[in-house]
């Protein structure tokens, strides 16, 4: 079955937000993002990483289980997908991602969280968060292709939450890491 999934090189980002602004402007979140970038440091070099997260349109999604309206779903493609009209705003979904992938929009008092674009997919279009990052950090494949084995759930010391089988897949090498403006 195929499983879609976003592809993170950790050596490419450079913390330019390019992905969550996209995001923001697409989906009109508002103050509410999808799409976030996280930042840590490896504790054996100091080297501060930065990666973009959403949704991990996980192979089991703890979300789709608790929701009593059945507002989330799994597409044939592995995406899961919510329907806001649907939702009652309870807040379980939220509460139960190991991710934090799912919050209620303050503004619509409904579940949100990041869909993959799916609309732009049925048209043949990449997620904006893949197309606006200038670096070429994010992409989106099946991660039962035969290129998907150069990424994994951990690397280092950082290790995903794994009882969800979390589709997101990340891949951090520490070589041929983008630099800006002359920084180590």
């Not at 592809?7 to 508002?30: H, L, M, P, Q, V």
């Not at 930065?50 to 089991?60: D, I, K």
């Not at 807040?91 to 409904?110: D, H, L, R, Y």
Request: glycine share 4%; hydrophobic share 30%.
């Amino acid at each position: 079955m195929k499983q879609l999934a976003f592809f993170i090189d950790i050596d490419k980002c450079i913390y330019c937000n390019s992905c969550t602004f996209a995001c923001n402007n697409e989906n009109r979140t508002g103050d509410y993002k999808r799409r976030k970038v996280l930042s840590f440091s490896d504790s054996h070099s100091f080297e501060e990483m930065h990666f973009s997260m959403s949704c991990n349109h996980c192979e089991t999604p703890a979300c789709m289980t608790v929701c009593s309206r059945n507002c989330i779903r799994k597409m044939r493609n592995g995406i899961v997908v919510l329907n806001p009209h649907s939702c009652d705003g309870c807040g379980k979904c939220e509460s139960v991602c190991p991710f934090q992938a799912i919050s209620i929009n303050t503004a619509t008092k409904k579940a949100d969280k990041c869909d993959m674009c799916y609309s732009r997919l049925q048209q043949n279009e990449a997620p904006v968060c893949v197309e606006s990052c200038i670096a070429g950090a994010i992409k989106i494949g099946d991660i039962h292709a035969h290129d998907a084995s150069e990424y994994s759930t951990s690397f280092g010391e950082f290790s995903m939450k794994n009882f969800t089988n979390p589709s997101t897949r990340l891949k951090y090498s520490k070589k041929d890491k983008i630099r800006i403006w002359g920084t180590n």
